[in-house]
């Protein structure tokens, strides 16, 4: 509850420092795909599979539940707060709520910072994780997916700061103070290739790690930092509802999925429920309503190998 109440402080004092933010229904104007329309429900129509749910282990169908943990922070499109700072929704919310209605169970929902919810899966204490987690070569040594979209790697800088366009190679960045959640993908690449900028003989750029995504965006507007790397559809999003943010672009694609412990049993049955939820239009529905429908794939996979 502390950490809801310090995210919503920071979101408050975001919206002060960033004036005039609204979203496309408050007469913001929003790029193709990037509009959202939270009030939509098309998870309602989604009914239990029986061929399907008999795939799940019989413990799992007697306890009638499945244990996720799930980040939940920042604003749309992954997973947010509303107004009342309690119920979350988002793309993961609404494809897990989904997923576990096709296997006749329900969601017992647990949140968690980003950084814990890995090596909580692999010592048992959840049984699945949701938080836009891509997947990579590295985590997939401990930890198994379930992909549901395809997402990845980008950044965003101030609009009136002209020194970036697009990115292309992470030496532009030298010289910069970059910011960005903490243990993930974006910080793992920043970390692994902070030797571009001395094999180029420039000087370093800055990681600076935030573990609450609205404290990235008020660094970035505060010009504590110069550049944020994130999530293409969080970026994206945020630019339009942010006036003096601009979103670069893509950096690098990556499949997010559902986390599961290493060789979990709930693997197969997970990925049946995605792949029924994209062959009967549910899938593309709740992309629709949250605006990621570039992010689509075609079908659901366990564990592929990570983008090059």
Not at 6 to 20: C, D, F, I
Not at 255 to 262: I, M, P, R, Y
Not at 265 to 290: H, M, R, S
């Amino acid at each position: 509850m502390r950490t809801k109440r310090r995210l919503l402080s920071l979101t408050m004092l975001l919206a002060l420092v960033v004036t005039g933010c609204g979203s496309p229904a408050d007469g913001g104007t929003a790029p193709t795909g990037a509009a959202i329309k939270p009030s939509e429900n098309p998870v309602a129509e989604v009914v239990k599979d029986d061929k399907i749910a008999a795939l799940l282990p019989q413990d799992v169908r007697d306890a009638g539940t499945v244990k996720f943990a799930a980040s939940v922070g920042g604003t749309g499109p992954s997973a947010y707060f509303a107004d009342d700072n309690k119920t979350a929704l988002g793309l993961d919310i609404d494809i897990a709520e989904a997923a576990t209605k096709v296997l006749g169970v329900k969601v017992d929902r647990e949140v968690a910072s980003f950084e814990a919810i890995l090596p909580a899966l692999t010592s048992g204490k959840y049984q699945v994780g949701t938080g836009n987690f891509g997947v990579t070569e590295a985590r997939k040594k401990t930890i198994d997916f379930v992909t549901y979209i395809n997402d990845g790697q980008g950044f965003a800088v101030r609009k009136d700061d002209d020194r970036l366009s697009k990115v292309t190679k992470l030496d532009q960045l030298c010289g910069l103070k970059i910011g960005t959640g903490a243990g993930t993908t974006f910080e793992a690449t920043l970390e692994r290739e902070k030797h571009v900028c001395a094999d180029e003989g420039k000087p370093a750029y800055e990681v600076q790690v935030f573990s609450e995504n609205a404290a990235v965006y008020l660094g970035l507007q505060q010009k504590h930092i110069d550049v944020i790397m994130s999530t293409i559809n969080g970026l994206r999003y945020a630019a339009t509802q942010q006036p003096n943010l601009e979103f670069l672009g893509e950096f690098k694609r990556l499949d997010v999925g559902f986390a599961f412990q290493k060789g979990s049993p709930l693997l197969p049955a997970f990925q049946a429920a995605v792949n029924k939820l994209i062959e009967n239009g549910t899938y593309k529905k709740i992309l629709d309503k949250w605006g990621t429908q570039d992010s689509a794939i075609p079908k659901s996979e366990i564990s592929p190998a990570e983008h090059a």
